[in-house]
């Protein structure tokens, strides 16, 4: 029973002094750097000075402190003055290096979320088709979602969003540099176990609030898996990333909890999330929201219990979005029958460490 969707984002060049490479991280459009102290020039001390922090464009200058310099702070792209670094700290002829964010020490440089472009702020809707029963609903016929059958049809059938809208996005940046995006997401889902993979709330119970359904790795389950029928939604990012998953779920529970498991709390139910979550995406790269249905048939939006009557739909406060979130009317409904949907607000962009 089940949905999934996928993510893109636009490439560029970020600015300050040169074009970000992998040995200097890019200044932010928007967010502060932390560089480093700059010691005194011509071996005047032997360790490095502390940066007056600096705004608007003003330039760091360096004192002569007797202990290693730390970074004067840097806003709304304010330069570092000759001597100074962009990133870590280097001291003078003499001096000590003071600490800065290439060294790891000092935090990564906030970038402009405009870096993810569509994806901040993308609403992604899983409507149910014109039919269904009880708490369930067919896909819309616009889907053209296939039974999955081993033989005649062995793989399991890709549900897009409604009106057309993109769940791929291309990650803007340098190429070569890897982002660490720490995303927002909202929505109604109905939820299943993964294979391996860590979930963020471990063995929690999903009936505990805050629910945080996030998985890093794992892979959704094959055609004899206890939970098969119910959709995912997993996100992919390529081209892959050195160390990480680069594939995540949005709406895992244990799998004790999974709905075909005897007495389980989420069999034949959707459940509201609203958690945050982080992953690394290279510069250059793609984003994709992917949604599959074995069955054809999603689970409704009906409330804290299933049965024969969908009676109480749940709602989801999009206040506080970044952009603001687009209007649109919930509970997500295709006539009496009520429908999935996910929202994703991009709050932090970073250069992953």
Known sequence: MKSLAVISIGTFCLAALACSTAAEAPPSAMGGTSPGGTGNSAGMATTGGTGNATSM?????????????????????????????????LGGSGGASGTG?????????????????????????????????GYDCQQPATANCKNFNAQSNPVVSTIPPANGAASSWTMGGTPGTVYSVTF????????????????????????TTPRDLFQVGGT??????????????????TPAVDGAANVYFLNSV?????????????????????????????????????????????????????GNTCQAPRTVSLAGATPPAPSFAQPLSTGKYYGQWVFFDITNVTVAQ
């Open 254 to 306: 244990a799998t004790a909890q999974n709905p075909h498991a005897n007495g389980s709390p989420t069999t034949h139910l959707t459940f509201d999330i609203d958690y945050s979550a982080t992953v690394k995406v290279p510069g250059g790269g793609k984003v994709t929201l992917k949604v599959t249905d074995s069955n054809c048939t999603q689970v409704q939006n009906c409330g804290d219990t299933a």
């Open 184 to 207: 927002h997401i909202r929505g109604v889902v109905e939820v299943t176990s993964y294979v391996g993979g860590t979930r963020d709330a471990g063995t929690t119970s999903i009936q």
């Open 220 to 237: 959704p389950q094959d055609n004899t898996g206890p939970s098969f029928d119910y959709n995912t939604y997993e996100l992919d990012v």
């Open 57 to 89: 464009g003003g330039t760091s200058s360096a004192g002569s402190s007797p202990v290693a310099g730390t970074g004067g702070g840097v806003a709304e792209g304010g330069t570092s003055s000759a001597g100074s670094s962009s990133v870590g700290g």
């Open 101 to 133: 964010a290439s060294s790891g020490s000092g935090g990564s440089a906030t970038v402009d979320t405009t870096l993810v472009g569509a994806w901040d702020g993308a609403l992604l809707e899983f409507p149910c088709g014109s039919t269904g029963s």
